[in-house]
């Protein structure tokens, strides 16, 4: 099988062993994104902590609630509670022990907000909506965010490292080695993307960054075509993975825009994953992964090493599937 051919199975990649499979399962065509679910709404999100993102973001929209508010919604889930370390207070913090986030959320109407290297917040992506909603800027960072976020009650104050994060970081101090891995909690970013019932799309990401980057660093999911990407007339995409590489190369942006030139969603993935190494194989510690909703419902995900996991979640359930390598 090529490459080529591994991507373009991947929606009809394996359920995970050990996960609930729901009461009523999807359908081959529905997994396999074949099927268009025309007015049915669809929840994807990044590893295995989209499952219980995806199932709040779920509910937000059975409640009635736009793709916006799930989007939103659902990934405060993860900020609130993050056992890999990856999202929200609870992250790994940086080099001088000082946990920083980063988050961003764009609707199809082609507004985002977005926030980078804020502390003391403990919803970096309710802060970044209300950079979308009651400012007129798209990206607010540092000292400005946290100043915003205290006039919006956002603020949550300093808080020291818990003793967990405290271990770990000066474990860390004693090597200071810094290599981020594939598939570790280094990089476990939450990106969500969805359709409600009107077809109105949405994506979110949040994230701690990377453990152990150096103070003032920002990845790519704060960032507008790199780590996340909507278009009204296509559909929408997020990236997981190392910033660094997805930054430099707007994949999230790439793959919304193969989808408009009409390509399908696992095309898209293909094409956008590509790209990353067209100029050569990365590095093997270097992973990104990717997940494409086109606006009809149909999807995809992929990654550049197999490991990458994600959450599907319809009417009938949330169910959790390992994408497919590419690289
Ligand atoms: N993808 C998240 C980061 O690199 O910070």
């Given at each position: 099988m090529t490459r080529r051919d591994s991507v373009r199975l991947v929606a009809g990649s394996t359920l995970l062993a050990g996960c609930t499979i729901p009461h009523h399962a999807p359908t081959a065509a529905e997994l396999s994104g074949a099927m268009p679910m025309i007015d049915a709404p669809i929840v994807l999100a990044t590893w295995n902590h989209g499952k219980p993102a995806t199932e709040r973001a779920l509910a937000e929209l059975a409640a009635g609630h736009s793709a916006l508010d799930a989007a939103e919604r659902g990934v405060m889930v993860v900020e609130s509670e993050c056992p890999d370390r990856?999202?929200?207070?609870?992250g790994w913090p940086d080099r001088d022990g000082i946990v920083t986030l980063d988050a961003a959320i764009m609707d199809d109407t082609g507004r985002s907000g977005a926030v980078a290297c804020?502390?003391?917040?403990?919803?970096p992506i309710a802060l970044a909506r209300r950079v979308m909603?009651?400012?007129?800027?798209a990206l607010l960072v540092g000292p400005g965010a946290e100043a915003f976020a205290r006039s919006e009650g956002l603020h949550t104050g300093a808080r020291p490292l818990d003793p967990e994060q405290e271990r770990a970081w000066r474990e860390w101090l004693r090597e200071r080695q810094y290599s981020p891995r594939a598939n570790s909690e280094n990089h476990d970013t939450i990106g969500m993307v969805v359709r409600d019932a009107k077809g109105r799309m949405a994506a979110s990401c949040t994230t701690s960054g990377?453990?152990?980057?150096?103070?003032?660093r920002v990845g790519d999911s704060p960032l507008v075509g790199a780590g996340l990407y909507v278009d009204p007339k296509a559909g929408a995409a997020v990236c997981t993975g190392l910033g660094e590489v997805v930054m430099r190369k707007l994949t999230s942006c790439i793959a919304v825009e193969r989808l408009r030139s009409g390509a399908s969603p696992a095309e898209a993935c293909r094409d956008a994953l590509h790209r990353l190494v067209e100029a050569g194989p990365l590095a093997a510690n270097v992973q990104v992964g990717l997940i494409v909703l086109a606006k009809d419902g149909t999807h995809a995900a992929g990654a550049l090493q197999p490991g990458f996991t994600y959450a599907l979640g319809t009417a009938a359930g949330v169910t959790l599937h390992e994408a497919p390598a590419v690289a």
């Open positions: 990856s999202v929200g207070l609870q804020v502390r003391g917040v403990a919803h909603d009651r400012t007129p800027h990377l453990a152990w980057k150096m103070h003032g």
